[in-house]
C-alpha cells in the first residue's frame, strides 16, 4: 500500500517536473524565436542596431563604476558579469514586439488577400517582401512573393486597386517567377480632368517642353535624350492639341518651326505662319525633307569635326554660331505615308519623303532636328518598323480598337483609356503611364508677337546670331530650289507688320529639278 503511494507521488513528482522542464523549453523557445525575429528587424532596420551595442556597453560601464556605488561588489559583479551577455538577448526580444510600417502593411495586404481570396497553388497569399517610397514622384514600388501567375495577377487589377486602395501604373514579373513589382500611387491620387495651359510650364532647359500631368506631376520630354515624339489619337482625342503646345514651347526656347499638313494647313493656321513654314502640297513637302536631310549631314559634319556629341556640346564651344533647334510638326503622318489611290508620280514622291522621314528618325538623334508627328489611324503601312523603331516617346489617346493600341503602344492599354477628353498614355521605354494633357487654346495662347518681340530681342542682346534670313532658312538649298512663302526676320523690324513675306517660283525648271533630287535619291 505504502509502495502504491510513494510511487504514485514519484509519478505526480515527475510529471510536474516534465510539466515544468516543458514550459520552461516553451518559453525558451518562444525567448529565442524572439530574440531572431528581433535580430531580423533589426537587420532591416539598421537603426535598432544602435541599441544593440548599447546593451553591451551599459553592463560594462555598470561594472567598471561598480566601486563607487555598491556595498557587495562581487554579488553585483556576477549580476553585471552575466547581463553583459544576457541584456542584448533581452533587447531584441523587445525590439520583435516593436511594430513598424512594414508589419502593418503587411497585415493590410494578407487581410485583403484573404477577402478576394486571391492564393496561389499552395494556397498562401502573397508575401510582402519590400515597399520602396518615392516622395518626389510619389510612386511606390512593391515587391511580393507568391505562387500566383504574374498573369493572374494582371487580370485581378481593378480587384486589387479597389482592395489595396491603390492606383496601380504597372505590374511586372521579378528576379524570378515567384516574385511580382508593383509600381503603384495611393488612391486618393487623382490626375485632373481639365488643364489649361499656361506659359509658367514653359522648362528654362533648352529642348525639354512638359505636355501634361499625371499623378505624380508634370510630364516632360527631353528632346535632346529622346528626340521625336508620336502621338496618335482618335478624332476629338486632343493629338494635334498637344503637338501644337510642343510647337509653341519650342518656338518659345528659339527653335526653327516646319508645319506640315496636307489637309489645307487648317490644323495650322495663317497665325502659325508668322513664326513659321506651313507646307501643305507634296511637291514642298518633298523638298522640305530633301532640305532635312542635307541639314543633318551637314551637322553630322560639324559635330564630328568639333568633337562635340551633340548640339548642346556644340552650342557651348561655339557661342555666336549656335545652331538652332529644328522642329517639324506632321499633323497626320498618313497623308505622307499612305499610297492608295494616287498617280505614280505623287507615288514616287511619297516614297522619296518617307525615305526622307525613316533617315531623320534615324540620324538626326544628335543634331536637334525633331520630329513631332500626329497620326489618326495607326496601322502598319503609316506606323513603319523603322518610324516605330526610332521615335521613343508615344503618346497615345484611347482607342476604341485595341490593334492601334498595339501599334503604336505595344500594349493595348489605350483601350482600357477612361473616355476623358485630353486623356493619354505617355510611354518611353517599357513604362506607360496616364496622364491629362495641357489643353492648349490658339486663340488665347498662340501669341505670335511673343515670339517675335523674343527674336528681335536676342538679335539686340547679341545673344544668338538667328538662322532666319532669307539666305539661311529653308531655302538654304538656294544651288537647287527655293519653296514658296517663306518668312523671314529682318534684325531692323519695329513691329509685326514689318515682316516680310517672299514670293518667289522655281529656280530650275520642272525637268532639272527632277533629275537633281533622282540624282540624289537613286
Known amino acids: 500500500m505504502s509502495s502504491d503511494w510513494e510511487k504514485k507521488v514519484n509519478q505526480e513528482i515527475d510529471n510536474g517536473a516534465n510539466a515544468i522542464i ?8 518562444i525567448f529565442f524565436f524572439r530574440v531572431g525575429l528581433g535580430f531580423k528587424k533589426s537587420w532591416k532596420n539598421k537603426k535598432f542596431f544602435i541599441g544593440f551595442f548599447l546593451s553591451f556597453l551599459i553592463p560594462i560601464a555598470a561594472r567598471i563604476k561598480s566601486d563607487y556605488f555598491l556595498v557587495d561588489t562581487k554579488f553585483y559583479f556576477k549580476i553585471i ?15 520583435s514586439f516593436v511594430k513598424n510600417k512594414e508589419d502593418k502593411r503587411n497585415a493590410e495586404y494578407r487581410l485583403a488577400f484573404e ?16 515597399f520602396i517610397e518615392d516622395n518626389g514622384t510619389r510612386i511606390d514600388e512593391i515587391t511580393f512573393e507568391s505562387m500566383i501567375p504574374i498573369e493572374t495577377w494582371k487580370s ?22 515567384r516574385i511580382v513589382i508593383i509600381k503603384s500611387m495611393a488612391g486618393d491620387a487623382k490626375i485632373p480632368k481639365y488643364l489649361p495651359w499656361d506659359d509658367k510650364y514653359i522648362e528654362e532647359q533648352e529642348g525639354v517642353v512638359v505636355v501634361g500631368k499625371t499623378f505624380s ?15 496618335a489619337g482618335e478624332t476629338g482625342s486632343g493629338k494635334s492639341v498637344i503637338l501644337r503646345c510642343i510647337l509653341w514651347q519650342l518656338l518659345k526656347q528659339g527653335a526653327i518651326a516646319y508645319m506640315v499638313d496636307f489637309k489645307g494647313g487648317v490644323e495650322f493656321g495663317l497665325e502659325y505662319e508668322k513664326v513659321g513654314q506651313v507646307i501643305t502640297e507634296v511637291d514642298a513637302a518633298e523638298k522640305l525633307f530633301k532640305y532635312l536631310v542635307d541639314e543633318n549631314a551637314k551637322r553630322l559634319k560639324l559635330l564630328r569635326e568639333s568633337g562635340s556629341k551633340n548640339i548642346g556640346e556644340y552650342n557651348k564651344k561655339f557661342e555666336g554660331e549656335e545652331l538652332k533647334r529644328i522642329i517639324v510638326v506632321i499633323d497626320e503622318l498618313a497623308e505622307l505615308m499612305d499610297k492608295t489611290g494616287v498617280d505614280d508620280e505623287t507615288r514616287a514622291k511619297l516614297v522619296r519623303i518617307e525615305g526622307c522621314i525613316s533617315t531623320l528618325a534615324r540620324l538626326s538623334r544628335a543634331t536637334g532636328i525633331n520630329l513631332c ?17 526610332n521615335v521613343p516617346v508615344r503618346i497615345c489617346g484611347r482607342f476604341a480598337d485595341s490593334k492601334a493600341s498595339e501599334i503604336v503602344l505595344s500594349n493595348t492599354k489605350a483601350k482600357d483609356l477612361p473616355e476623358v477628353k485630353g486623356r493619354f498614355l505617355f510611354k518611353l521605354g517599357a513604362d506607360t503611364v ?3 494633357a495641357f489643353y492648349f487654346d490658339d486663340d488665347k495662347h498662340f501669341i505670335p508677337n511673343k515670339i517675335l518681340k523674343l527674336r528681335r530681342d536676342e538679335i539686340e542682346d547679341n545673344k544668338v546670331v538667328l538662322d532666319l534670313n532669307k539666305e539661311n532658312l529653308i531655302n538654304n538649298v538656294n544651288e537647287k530650289f527655293e519653296i514658296k512663302e517663306v518668312k523671314y526676320i529682318d534684325p531692323n523690324i519695329e513691329n509685326e507688320d514689318d515682316i516680310k513675306v517672299e514670293n518667289f517660283e522655281e529656280q530650275n525648271k520642272t525637268e532639272n ?5 533622282n540624282d540624289d535619291y537613286e
Open 81 to 95: 558579469y552575466f547581463s553583459t551577455f544576457i541584456a542584448p538577448l533581452f533587447y531584441m526580444v523587445i525590439v
Open 434 to 436: 496616364q496622364f491629362q
Open 217 to 231: 506631376g508634370n510630364i516632360k520630354i527631353d528632346l535632346n535624350k529622346s528626340p521625336h515624339i508620336l502621338s
Open 115 to 130: 477577402q478576394l481570396n486571391f492564393v496561389g497553388a499552395d494556397s498562401k497569399t502573397p508575401i510582402l517582401k519590400s
Open 373 to 389: 508627328i500626329g497620326v489618326q489611324r495607326p496601322d502598319a503601312k503609316v506606323i513603319t518598323g523603322q518610324i516605330k523603331n
Open 156 to 177: 485581378y487589377i481593378p480587384q486589387l486597386q479597389t482592395s489595396l486602395n491603390i492606383s496601380i501604373i504597372s505590374i511586372e514579373q521579378g528576379a524570378s517567377k
Open 513 to 517: 529639278l527632277k533629275s537633281t533630287i
Open 22 to 29: 516543458n514550459e520552461i523549453a516553451n518559453v525558451l523557445r
